[in-house]
């Protein structure tokens, strides 16, 4: 079983950034593929940006992408997510997930593919 534990979120102005960090527990995630997910109020979840166990492979939604960077530390057994640029329809709920990482290269890219999940942290973009 891994625990994960999502932190880092809060209320910031548009235009602000945020780090978003995801601590494991149980096992290493060395050997896990992760991703970050969101959901907003009245909205599907949707994939925000994943990253291989090894770190080499990433995949980021469009609606990120060049402003998000997702990364991970497997010493510290967590997983980040680095947001710049924010706007409002950043605003919501964010989850880590981990699933068992097959190949080196491979990014969980739906949310079905993953095995564990943390509580979510809120983001809020507002002025």
């Known amino acids: 079983q891994v625990q994960l534990v999502e932190s880092g979120g809060g209320l910031v102005q548009p235009g602000g950034s945020l780090r978003l960090s995801c601590a494991a527990s149980?096992?290493?995630?060395?050997?896990?593929?992760m991703g970050w997910f969101r959901q907003a109020p009245g909205k599907q979840r949707e994939t925000v940006a994943a990253?291989?166990?090894?770190?080499?492979?990433?995949y980021y939604a469009d609606s990120v992408k060049g402003r998000f960077t997702i990364s991970r530390d497997n010493a510290k057994n967590t997983l980040y997510l680095q947001m710049n640029s924010l706007n409002a329809d950043d605003t919501a709920v964010y989850y880590c997930?981990?699933?068992?990482?097959?190949?080196?290269?491979?990014?969980?890219?739906?949310?079905?593919?993953?095995?564990?999940w943390g509580q979510g942290t809120q983001v809020t973009v507002s002025s």
């Open positions: 990253i291989s166990w090894s770190g080499l492979a990433t």
């Open positions: 149980g096992r290493t995630i060395g050997s896990y593929a």
């Open positions: 997930a981990a699933t068992s990482g097959g190949d080196p290269l491979y990014t969980a890219r739906r949310g079905f593919e993953y095995q564990y």
